[in-house]
């Protein structure tokens, strides 16, 4: 239903974008409505329980499809696998209502101008707009193009992000309306109806205690979103209008457009706004998790009207100042005042935006979640067969009706054990703990069992990989002739006086707050070098020429003699990912002007006269970056100043430059990195890199930390985007190792992949390309992007946006990522990973679900070790329940057959004392010490646990039919007592005539027999059993013999099982509803069991978990994986062109055009959202 509509009854919401939906328009119909209104009565709830489950069938119920024009009502649907239904009403909005807030008359220019996009959603003449409210965003319907659009300024509502803390009775309510807990309030009536209380009172409790720990967790994230965006909605700023000047305005009254004056230090930025006079230094630490300041410059003036993102090159964002992030300082040009104009309000800003996807986060796809629910749907038909099967027995019989409808019920709780959904949380629980104590913190519990899939890791490098901390090498000089010698710091020799220690001493993003120096590392190092210091002009002195509040960097008293007083710091265009440089201008005291730059070598050297770049620029390069050095070039030029330095355009100054030689910096590798990274591998985890540093230091750094060994092939990849005289193009080359003279002491190179791979081809060469050339294969060379990914280990140079697509890609061929990072241009990929891990301690850890206290990357192969552990404990918890409410089920039905059934007291004893403690405690186990080359199972339906499942229901179904009959078939059973039980037996029965015909005994129709006491105490041991048998220790959980308190708990409940069966007191058997028996039957009941365990251990540990006999079987049966990487992957292996080396293709070659339909509509968009 609801699939089949018309052009206009349905349309693309957020179209290309992350949470992009379908809406379709219907109609509400009032005799559907009736209709529904009397079912919901008749069904006393039923159908609106229905409803709220599946909003897709209120919708249709209720109303009829119609165009998007005429609907009262829309349905969305996320266009993802998911498919999740939600439906919204359509609502009008007056506008006239909103007059005293926004002064909007009939003839106001908006509402006039047929120019202006509002006024194609104004319906004329009583003003009013008709809207949807979707996930806190406001969508207005536009007449012209006839679709839903988010249109801003009037409509866009107040500039607030309100989140409010949701009321405990609202989460009571949501938490309690899951369909489960519905079942489990179904399953306690009946047993108060059955007199079952002790059971239901356990049940009861259990379910309180669990619906208070989800409505605490719950009410706790509220209250901490709430306080986390509170601040954001009191602020108080100036805002500038043309006729009342500059006046003081609460931020929540701001609307696109207005011009915002920033004043002062430590202003919380209550909206997106776009800088356009002055400069600001920003901690976006918030949005981020980066700590380090960043520098906001205005947008530059331009005569054109291109749209303001294409005008400032790559990186529109160093002159966007985000929602949520704190102005640590605002310095105005000449004007002394700081502009910007607001951009978005409320949660359409980049802090509404990280709130939303809090609020409304992505659905996790994990097969485990979709085969638990198809795993209980088996049990409901097994249900099904019982209820048939009883009410046959019971109705024939000619019990009374009301006895047939509570039997039959019966074999629904029995069947479908309501305390499996706790059993489960209990292991996610344990889980959690044991992460906090390695300092690994969780905000998504859930995400635990998905870590036990990962078998891709992307780690970015600096910070991760590396150290955060950079040492100063040296530095590389270079005049006309060429570079001169190495200049080491580690001598302590000053560096001459030159352009190139001005550099050193200028050209960086340095701040002055409260006489402390902050910054970028890399920049403090390199400033501290110099041995100068920095002070604000005015406050002391004045340099003439120069803005009052220009940052001056001056050589300290202990300095050695140079020929200028200081250096005046007049203008930046800030280092930028995107464009990877940065340039200020700069003037001497009393001298002259100066533009310094300095960013990537190859970047910086491209901006340079080609006569002043050294011969051997490349060569050298190399000689640094293969030893795994960080290397920056610098530059500088004379400046003919003749107007103000803010109206100097950037491509004007950077321009014509002077190359004046490399930094170097010595980025070392972290001592848990190579470690890590080898059990990893090892573990046959794949290991990525994705950096936005150089290609070769990262080639450097992937074969430093053992990401690539040394006898393994680096094949770079080049792409270039089309030109006038050619297609795009691919080039492979492969990377020559050249053996300089080694750098202090090489670490020596382990080999691991070759005693772990596969076959000979697979994982012997790696790729290795930039962000640009991953760009270009996305958009020309789509086909070729899946075979590149199979083996691409080093991604260099990428910016934010396409570190997320390549996780989403990798996605795409079916691998499980889990991303590791600790920076600001981490936070997209960790919310796009499977498993985000952030090492930051900032309040950017909400976009990830895991954040470790550890700075390194011990944490990955920890919480892949806990994710193992905690998936194997479900797939436990899932078959020990399975075969727990099989084992009651066999049971009982064999009782119905004579009309019988298990007490009171016995369901009990089954119920609390076995399963309940050990669903507690057969979770404790914790992970395995050693990763293995496999993962678990990441299916409940798959063969090896199906087939444990199926063998295990059958074992006990043989020993059951097999006690149940052979107690009838035993000389003592017709005597009715046995001579020496004679005492006992009678005291227990005294209503007993002969256990073939007796009166019923109890509310629930219960009698003693000797079959309901064998298949008591065959059931009961069963259950102890099969825990033992399925409690799993290695290869991913700790041996079962460590978890104490389990094997306790085993021992208690077979001691006491063993006691009741061996004991012969009349009143526990009086109690427990048992009769005594002859002492060679409970032997034979002893040697049942006994048989039972032995042939359970055996299949269990020679078929189930063998898993040579499972990759035989495979193997006969020609199984391979369907999987996307593994289908590529055998491809690629039969492939003998593939990988091609020293090769060039073009775009427009047939082979490598986009022969496969493969396109990630996100990788386009994803850049341009703000």
């Given at each position: 239903?609801?699939?089949?509509?018309?052009?206009?009854?349905?349309a693309?919401?957020?179209?290309?974008?992350e949470?992009?939906?379908?809406?379709?328009?219907?109609?509400?119909?009032?005799?559907?409505?009736?209709?529904?209104?009397?079912?919901?009565?008749?069904?006393?709830?039923?159908?609106?329980?229905?409803?709220y489950?599946?909003?897709?069938?209120?919708?249709?119920?209720?109303?009829?499809?119609?165009?998007?024009?005429?609907?009262?009502?829309?349905?969305?649907?996320?266009?993802?696998?998911?498919q999740?239904?939600?439906?919204?009403?359509?609502?009008w909005?007056?506008?006239?209502?909103?007059?005293?807030?926004?002064?909007?008359?009939?003839?106001?220019?908006l509402?006039?101008?047929?120019?202006?996009?509002?006024?194609?959603?104004?319906?004329?003449?009583?003003?009013?707009?008709?809207?949807?409210?979707?996930?806190?965003?406001?969508?207005?319907?536009?007449?012209?193009?006839?679709?839903?659009?988010?249109?801003?300024?009037?409509?866009?509502?107040?500039?607030?992000?309100?989140?409010?803390?949701?009321?405990?009775?609202?989460?009571?309510?949501?938490?309690?309306?899951?369909?489960?807990?519905?079942?489990?309030?179904?399953?306690?009536?009946?047993?108060?109806?059955?007199?079952?209380?002790?059971?239901?009172?356990?049940?009861v409790?259990?379910?309180?205690?669990?619906?208070?720990?989800?409505?605490?967790?719950?009410?706790?994230?509220s209250?901490?979103?709430?306080?986390?965006v509170?601040?954001?909605?009191?602020?108080?700023?100036?805002?500038?209008?043309?006729?009342?000047?500059v006046?003081?305005?609460?931020?929540?009254?701001?609307?696109?457009?207005?011009?915002?004056?920033?004043?002062?230090n430590?202003?919380?930025?209550?909206?997106?706004?776009?800088l356009?006079?002055?400069?600001?230094?920003?901690?976006?630490?918030?949005?981020?998790?980066?700590?380090?300041?960043?520098?906001?410059?205005?947008?530059?003036?331009?005569?054109?009207?291109?749209?303001?993102?294409?005008?400032?090159?790559?990186?529109?964002?160093?002159?966007?100042?985000?929602?949520?992030?704190?102005?640590?300082?605002?310095?105005?040009?000449c004007?002394?005042?700081?502009?910007?104009?607001?951009?978005?309000?409320?949660f359409?800003?980049?802090?509404?935006?990280?709130?939303?996807?809090?609020l409304?986060?992505?659905?996790?796809n994990?097969?485990?979640?979709?085969?638990?629910?198809?795993?209980?749907?088996?049990?409901?038909g097994?249900?099904?067969?019982?209820?048939?099967?009883?009410?046959?027995?019971?109705?024939l019989?000619?019990e009374?009706?009301?006895?047939v409808?509570?039997?039959?019920?019966?074999?629904?709780?029995?069947?479908?054990?309501?305390?499996?959904?706790?059993?489960?949380t209990?292991?996610?629980?344990?889980?959690?703990?044991?992460?906090?104590?390695?300092?690994?913190?969780?905000?998504?519990?859930?995400?635990?069992?998905?870590?036990?899939?990962?078998?891709?890791?992307c780690?970015?490098?600096?910070?991760?990989?590396?150290?955060d901390?950079?040492?100063?090498?040296?530095?590389?000089?270079?005049d006309?002739?060429?570079?001169?010698e190495?200049?080491?710091?580690?001598?302590g020799?000053?560096?001459?006086?030159?352009?190139?220690?001005?550099?050193?001493?200028?050209?960086?993003?340095?701040?002055?707050?409260?006489?402390t120096?902050?910054?970028?590392?890399?920049d403090?190092?390199?400033?501290?070098?110099t041995?100068?210091?920095?002070?604000?002009?005015?406050?002391?002195?004045?340099?003439?020429?120069?803005?009052?509040?220009?940052?001056?960097?001056?050589?300290?008293?202990?300095?050695?003699?140079?020929?200028?007083?200081?250096?005046?710091?007049l203008?930046?265009?800030?280092?930028?990912?995107?464009?990877?440089?940065?340039?200020?201008i700069?003037?001497?005291?009393?001298?002259d002007?100066?533009?310094?730059m300095?960013?990537?070598?190859?970047?910086?050297?491209?901006?340079?006269?080609?006569e002043?770049?050294?011969t051997?620029?490349?060569?050298?390069?190399?000689?640094?970056?293969?030893?795994?050095?960080r290397?920056?070039?610098?530059?500088?030029?004379?400046?003919?100043?003749?107007?103000?330095?803010?109206?100097?355009m950037?491509?004007?100054?950077?321009?014509?430059?002077?190359?004046?030689?490399?930094?170097?910096?010595?980025?070392?590798?972290?001592?848990?990195?190579?470690?890590?990274?080898?059990?990893?591998?090892?573990?046959?985890?794949?290991?990525?890199?994705?950096?936005?540093d150089?290609?070769?230091?990262?080639?450097?750094?992937?074969?430093?930390s053992?990401?690539?060994?040394?006898?393994?092939?680096?094949?770079?990849?080049?792409?270039?985007?089309?030109?006038?005289?050619?297609s795009?193009?691919?080039?492979w080359q492969?990377?020559?190792?050249?053996?300089?003279?080694?750098?202090?002491?090489?670490?020596?190179?382990?080999?691991?992949?070759?005693e772990?791979?596969?076959?000979?081809?697979?994982?012997?060469?790696?790729?290795?390309?930039?962000?640009?050339?991953?760009?270009?294969?996305?958009?020309?060379?789509?086909?070729?992007?899946?075979?590149?990914?199979?083996?691409?280990?080093?991604?260099?140079r990428?910016?934010?946006g396409?570190?997320?697509?390549?996780?989403?890609?990798?996605?795409?061929?079916?691998?499980?990522v889990?991303?590791?990072?600790?920076?600001?241009?981490?936070?997209g990929?960790?919310?796009?990973?499977?498993?985000?891990i952030?090492?930051?301690?900032?309040?950017?850890?909400v976009?990830s679900?895991?954040?470790?206290?550890?700075?390194n990357?011990?944490?990955?192969?920890?919480?892949?070790k806990?994710g193992?552990?905690?998936?194997?404990?479900?797939?436990?918890?899932?078959?020990y329940?399975?075969?727990?409410?099989?084992?009651?089920?066999?049971?009982?039905?064999?009782?119905?057959?004579?009309?019988?059934?298990?007490?009171?007291?016995?369901?009990l004893?089954?119920?609390l004392a076995?399963?309940?403690?050990?669903?507690?405690?057969?979770?404790?186990?914790?992970?395995?010490?050693?990763?293995?080359?496999?993962?678990?199972a990441?299916?409940?339906?798959?063969?090896?646990?199906?087939?444990?499942?199926?063998?295990?229901?059958?074992?006990?179904?043989?020993?059951?039919?097999?006690g149940?009959?052979?107690?009838?078939?035993?000389?003592?059973?017709?005597?009715?007592?046995?001579?020496?039980?004679t005492?006992?037996?009678?005291?227990?029965?005294?209503l007993?005539i002969?256990?073939?015909?007796?009166?019923?005994i109890?509310?629930?129709?219960?009698?003693?027999?000797?079959?309901n006491?064998?298949?008591?105490?065959?059931?009961?041991?069963?259950?102890?059993?099969?825990?033992?048998?399925?409690?799993?220790?290695?290869?991913?959980?700790?041996?079962?013999?460590?978890?104490?308190?389990?094997?306790?708990?085993?021992?208690?409940?077979l001691?006491?099982?063993?006691?009741?069966?061996?004991?012969?007191?009349p009143?526990?058997?009086?109690?427990?509803?048992l009769?005594?028996?002859?002492?060679?039957?409970?032997?034979?009941?002893?040697?049942?069991?006994?048989?039972?365990?032995?042939?359970?251990?055996?299949?269990?540990?020679?078929?189930?978990?063998?898993?040579?006999l499972?990759?035989?079987?495979?193997?006969?049966?020609?199984?391979?994986?369907?999987?996307?990487?593994?289908?590529w992957q055998?491809?690629?292996?039969?492939?003998?062109?593939?990988?091609?080396?020293?090769q060039?293709?073009y775009?427009?070659?047939?082979?490598?055009g986009?022969?496969?339909?493969?396109?990630n509509p996100?990788?386009?968009?994803?850049?341009?959202q703000?």
């Amino acid at each position: 239903m609801g699939d089949h509509f018309e052009k206009g009854q349905q349309a693309l919401l957020n179209e290309g974008e992350e949470n992009e939906m379908e809406i379709f328009g219907y109609r509400t119909q009032s005799c559907r409505k009736t209709l529904c209104l009397a079912g919901s009565i008749f069904s006393f709830g039923i159908l609106p329980l229905v409803f709220y489950w599946r909003p897709a069938w209120h919708v249709w119920a209720n109303c009829i499809p119609c165009s998007l024009q005429e609907a009262d009502v829309v349905l969305l649907r996320t266009t993802d696998e998911f498919q999740t239904y939600a439906w919204k009403k359509v609502v009008w909005i007056c506008l006239s209502a909103l007059n005293s807030a926004f002064r909007l008359i009939p003839d106001h220019p908006l509402i006039t101008d047929e120019e202006y996009i509002i006024n194609r959603a104004i319906r004329k003449p009583d003003l009013k707009v008709r809207c949807i409210k979707v996930q806190k965003i406001r969508y207005v319907w536009n007449n012209l193009e006839g679709q839903f659009q988010k249109i801003g300024r009037l409509i866009c509502g107040p500039n607030t992000i309100d989140v409010e803390i949701t009321p405990i009775w609202k989460l009571l309510i949501k938490e309690v309306l899951n369909p489960f807990y519905i079942f489990q309030l179904f399953s306690v009536c009946l047993w108060f109806s059955e007199d079952y209380k002790e059971y239901a009172f356990a049940i009861v409790i259990m379910s309180i205690i669990s619906i208070a720990l989800t409505v605490y967790d719950l009410r706790e994230q509220s209250v901490k979103l709430h306080h986390l965006v509170e601040s954001h909605n009191s602020i108080t700023v100036s805002v500038c209008e043309k006729k009342a000047g500059v006046q003081e305005l609460e931020s929540r009254f701001l609307v696109p457009g207005d011009l915002l004056i920033l004043t002062g230090n430590k202003v919380q930025m209550p909206c997106d706004a776009i800088l356009i006079d002055g400069s600001c230094v920003v901690d976006e630490g918030m949005l981020t998790g980066e700590s380090i300041p960043v520098t906001k410059t205005p947008l530059p003036k331009m005569d054109s009207s291109v749209p303001w993102k294409t005008q400032s090159e790559a990186d529109y964002k160093r002159h966007v100042l985000f929602c949520g992030t704190e102005v640590i300082q605002a310095r105005g040009a000449c004007s002394g005042t700081v502009k910007a104009v607001v951009l978005q309000t409320g949660f359409n800003t980049a802090k509404g935006d990280l709130v939303r996807s809090i609020l409304y986060p992505k659905p996790m796809n994990f097969k485990l979640y979709r085969d638990a629910i198809r795993f209980l749907l088996c049990l409901v038909g097994t249900a099904t067969i019982g209820m048939i099967y009883t009410l046959c027995v019971y109705v024939l019989s000619g019990e009374p009706p009301e006895e047939v409808v509570k039997k039959a019920l019966d074999v629904i709780t029995i069947a479908v054990p309501p305390a499996l959904p706790a059993a489960l949380t209990t292991g996610i629980i344990y889980a959690q703990r044991r992460l906090k104590k390695r300092g690994i913190f969780c905000i998504s519990p859930q995400r635990i069992n998905v870590c036990g899939q990962l078998n891709l890791v992307c780690f970015d490098k600096t910070g991760t990989l590396t150290r955060d901390g950079l040492d100063l090498w040296g530095v590389v000089p270079c005049d006309r002739s060429g570079f001169q010698e190495v200049h080491s710091f580690a001598s302590g020799k000053a560096l001459p006086w030159g352009p190139l220690y001005a550099a050193m001493a200028s050209c960086h993003s340095l701040i002055l707050l409260d006489g402390t120096i902050h910054g970028d590392p890399l920049d403090l190092k390199m400033f501290e070098a110099t041995t100068w210091e920095m002070v604000v002009s005015g406050h002391d002195f004045h340099i003439k020429g120069a803005p009052a509040c220009a940052m001056v960097v001056k050589p300290c008293k202990t300095a050695s003699q140079v020929p200028v007083e200081g250096i005046a710091i007049l203008h930046q265009f800030p280092f930028s990912s995107a464009l990877q440089r940065m340039t200020v201008i700069v003037q001497e005291m009393g001298g002259d002007w100066l533009a310094f730059m300095k960013g990537a070598p190859e970047r910086v050297a491209s901006f340079c006269q080609p006569e002043t770049v050294p011969t051997s620029f490349v060569s050298e390069l190399q000689i640094y970056t293969t030893q795994g050095f960080r290397v920056i070039g610098l530059a500088y030029k004379k400046l003919e100043m003749d107007h103000h330095t803010t109206a100097l355009m950037r491509d004007q100054v950077e321009s014509d430059l002077i190359f004046l030689g490399l930094l170097i910096l010595e980025n070392r590798l972290k001592e848990e990195t190579k470690p890590a990274l080898e059990e990893l591998i090892s573990a046959r985890i794949r290991t990525v890199m994705i950096t936005g540093d150089n290609l070769q230091t990262a080639i450097t750094v992937a074969r430093k930390s053992g990401m690539v060994s040394e006898s393994q092939k680096v094949i770079l990849i080049e792409a270039n985007e089309t030109t006038e005289s050619s297609s795009a193009s691919i080039s492979w080359q492969l990377v020559e190792e050249k053996k300089h003279i080694a750098y202090r002491n090489q670490d020596n190179y382990i080999n691991i992949r070759e005693e772990v791979s596969d076959n000979s081809r697979e994982g012997s060469y790696h790729f290795a390309l930039s962000g640009k050339s991953f760009q270009v294969i996305s958009q020309h060379f789509s086909s070729l992007l899946p075979k590149i990914l199979i083996n691409g280990t080093i991604f260099a140079r990428m910016s934010p946006g396409q570190k997320s697509s390549l996780v989403e890609e990798f996605q795409k061929l079916d691998y499980f990522v889990g991303m590791c990072g600790d920076g600001a241009n981490d936070c997209g990929a960790l919310k796009m990973a499977h498993v985000g891990i952030s090492l930051s301690e900032q309040e950017a850890s909400v976009a990830s679900p895991f954040t470790s206290k550890t700075p390194n990357i011990e944490c990955v192969p920890h919480l892949i070790k806990e994710g193992r552990a905690a998936l194997v404990t479900s797939f436990c918890m899932f078959k020990y329940m399975a075969l727990y409410s099989m084992i009651q089920y066999v049971g009982v039905l064999l009782l119905y057959w004579e009309t019988n059934s298990l007490s009171n007291y016995q369901f009990l004893f089954q119920d609390l004392a076995i399963t309940t403690l050990i669903g507690v405690t057969m979770n404790l186990n914790g992970a395995y010490p050693k990763l293995v080359p496999f993962r678990p199972a990441g299916r409940l339906i798959s063969p090896p646990l199906l087939l444990s499942v199926i063998l295990n229901i059958l074992l006990s179904l043989a020993m059951h039919i097999v006690g149940f009959i052979l107690v009838q078939r035993q000389p003592w059973y017709s005597m009715g007592m046995h001579s020496t039980c004679t005492v006992q037996n009678e005291t227990i029965s005294k209503l007993t005539i002969s256990p073939t015909a007796p009166d019923k005994i109890g509310s629930n129709g219960v009698f003693t027999s000797f079959e309901n006491t064998t298949v008591w105490f065959l059931g009961t041991i069963n259950c102890i059993i099969v825990a033992l048998v399925f409690s799993k220790g290695k290869p991913f959980r700790q041996p079962t013999y460590t978890n104490y308190i389990f094997v306790l708990v085993l021992v208690i409940q077979l001691s006491v099982c063993l006691f009741i069966l061996f004991a012969d007191i009349p009143e526990l058997y009086r109690r427990l509803d048992l009769l005594c028996t002859p002492v060679l039957w409970r032997v034979y009941i002893v040697i049942m069991l006994g048989s039972n365990f032995i042939v359970s251990l055996a299949v269990e540990e020679a078929i189930i978990e063998n898993r040579a006999l499972w990759m035989i079987i495979k193997r006969c049966f020609g199984y391979q994986s369907k999987s996307q990487y593994r289908i590529w992957q055998r491809a690629l292996a039969n492939d003998p062109s593939w990988p091609p080396i020293n090769q060039t293709s073009y775009s427009d070659m047939p082979a490598c055009g986009r022969g496969v339909s493969y396109s990630n509509p996100v990788f386009e968009s994803n850049e341009e959202q703000l």
